[in-house]
């Protein structure tokens, strides 16, 4: 996920709603989630969850959610969420003790990326919640960034672009939003394919690798390292973008080797419960109607159809 760079206002206190029937393990997740520093909700089944929801939309940053409930259960929860365009981009971790690998798929396929296997592991469930509640902040920074770039952007017809830097990479990807019809919807995709062009592409950090560097916290750190040093200085990522009569077009390309591709246009349900991996998948899913690498993938192509422009 994308640590960014922007100058934001002093942070609230998260929110997590925590939704579970069973009223000793709420009783034992709302402490656990309380005990990491987070501020909670809660709600003993989905129809209880949807109505706090509603009311509370604006303030909660991630749903804990069980899978199996009474009433209303976890998957038609999550499918109210996706529904609804207020809700749909609060991140749902979801518990539960279904762990076949077919059924967090389903989960997955249904807007969950992020998943938890009873019982719940603290250290687990501590760097599942930072990776949601940072996925909410990179949101809300990018979303407050789209606001400072609204021009007659439509008339962009053909541009392109080098960049260097997280920030570079961070900043691109607000003005190029604005580009396509629906800023909101792309913008964290276009942020996820630039990061990983500096990050993975360029600088050369991969899957395991960026997984210590996060939970060790020195993710942005070592970039800013790497990118001092003679062998990375002068790495760039190119970027064009195209307006054509069938769609709206963002290609990027790294100076890396490229990487297993393949292994991330969805989220593999092994690796649901980590904190990161998934951002290629949502760009996938949510962002653009289709991406496409080259074969040895440290070129990427984002595209939006003009027929279809969802409300966001």
């Known amino acids: 996920m994308i640590h960014s760079s922007y100058t934001s206002p002093p942070k609230k206190q998260p929110l997590i709603l925590v939704v579970d029937d069973d009223r000793i393990l709420r009783m034992m997740l709302l402490s656990m989630v309380g005990a ?7 709600a003993s089944n989905g129809k209880e969850a949807i109505d706090i929801l509603l009311e509370q939309k604006k303030n909660i940053d991630a749903i804990l959610l069980d899978r199996e409930m009474p009433v209303m259960d976890g998957m038609q929860l999550t499918m109210r969420m996706k529904e609804h365009a207020q809700l749909r981009n609060i991140p749902i971790i979801m518990q539960t003790g279904a762990d076949k690998p077919e059924q967090i798929k389903q989960g997955i396929d249904a807007g969950v990326f992020y998943y938890l296997t009873k019982p719940v592991n603290q250290e687990i469930l501590k760097s599942v919640l930072l990776a949601a509640v940072r996925e909410v902040e990179q949101q809300y920074l990018l979303s407050s960034e789209l606001q400072k770039h609204k021009t007659s952007f439509q008339l962009i017809d053909t541009c392109r672009f080098q960049l260097r830097t997280l920030a570079e990479a961070e900043y691109l990807a607000t003005f190029l939003a604005n580009c396509f019809p629906q800023p909101e919807r792309t913008v964290s995709g276009i942020a996820e394919l630039l990061v990983n062009a500096v990050e993975h592409g360029n600088m050369g950090i991969d899957y395991n690798e960026k997984t210590r560097l996060v939970e060790q916290g020195n993710w942005r750190i070592e970039i800013e ?11 760039r990522v190119d970027v064009m973008y195209r307006k054509k009569p069938e769609g709206f077009f963002v290609t990027i390309k790294d100076e890396g080797k490229g990487f297993e591709w393949k292994n991330y246009l969805q989220v593999d349900p092994s690796r649901a419960s980590h904190s990161h991996g998934r951002g290629i998948a949502q760009a996938n899913a949510i962002s653009f109607d289709k991406i496409t690498f080259n074969d040895s993938g440290n070129e990427v192509t984002g595209f939006v159809g003009n027929e279809k422009i969802l409300e966001w």
């Open 36 to 42: 990491l520093g987070y501020a909670v909700l809660e």
């Open 225 to 235: 390292r790497r990118q001092s040093l003679a062998e990375y200085r002068q790495k």
